[in-house]
């Protein structure tokens, strides 16, 4: 009986990108704890809101990848349903679409 070197090689790529999102999400989680207290200056609060803002679309992208993940969907377009490049979850490990239906996305 031989092993398919392809699929664990698949394997442990989603394990470490696993690794990488939960890490992510776990930085973007106390970035948000920080931003989030209240640090008196006005001044800083547009700036703060922004940050905020950014911070909670980045845990939800991370969050949308790991369930992904778990549901086995993770590394297939949601528009054509072809497989995403490794080279592209390498380098954004949340991507939900290929490149040609992200340029499409806009």
Known sequence: MSTDLRDTADQERITRLRATLTTEFEAQT???TELTADTGDPG?????????????????QIGD??????????GTCARC?????AERLEILPHA???VPCQQKQG
């Open 44 to 60: 800083e609060a547009h700036t703060r809101s922004a940050l905020i803002a950014a911070t909670r679309q980045s845990l939800a």
């Open 81 to 85: 349903e072809a497989p995403i490049p």
């Open 65 to 74: 990848a790991l369930n992904r993940m778990a549901e086995g969907s993770y």
């Open 30 to 32: 106390a970035r948000l």
């Open 96 to 98: 939900r679409f290929c």
